[in-house]
């Protein structure tokens, strides 16, 4: 049950890594004029992208401090899922096999 539990866990985590992978990728495609953001198809894309991830994002943005034009939340965010899924679940995984046996 547990096993079951921590591999939904990290497929989770996963998921919302590679959705802010493909995230921050779409925004320096904006800023770089390579993407159209007059494009409904384009626009409904990105703010479909970023109502996922603004919950996880806006308490960190009142924690960090602000430099302008580079938001440091997603790397937040990402140094977290990185140590979640590389440290965290593991142990866990550990400390359960081992009151098991």
Same mark, same amino acid.
């Given at each position: 049950m547990i096993y079951t539990l921590v591999g939904l866990v990290d497929l989770l985590l996963a998921i919302v890594f590679w959705v802010i992978l493909i995230q921050v990728i779409l925004s320096w495609l904006v800023v770089f004029n390579v993407l159209n953001t007059r494009s409904a198809g384009v626009r409904a894309f990105?703010?479909?992208i970023d109502r996922v991830t603004?919950? !996880?994002? $806006?308490? !960190? $943005? $009142?924690? !960090?401090p602000n430099i302008g034009a580079i938001d440091l939340a997603p790397l937040v965010v990402v140094i977290i899922i990185i140590f979640l899924r590389s440290y965290l679940l593991p142990g866990i995984l550990m400390e359960v096999g081992q009151t098991i046996t």
């Amino acid at each position: 049950m547990i096993y079951t539990l921590v591999g939904l866990v990290d497929l989770l985590l996963a998921i919302v890594f590679w959705v802010i992978l493909i995230q921050v990728i779409l925004s320096w495609l904006v800023v770089f004029n390579v993407l159209n953001t007059r494009s409904a198809g384009v626009r409904a894309f990105i703010n479909g992208i970023d109502r996922v991830t603004e919950p !996880l994002y $806006r308490p !960190l $943005r $009142r924690v !960090l401090p602000n430099i302008g034009a580079i938001d440091l939340a997603p790397l937040v965010v990402v140094i977290i899922i990185i140590f979640l899924r590389s440290y965290l679940l593991p142990g866990i995984l550990m400390e359960v096999g081992q009151t098991i046996t």
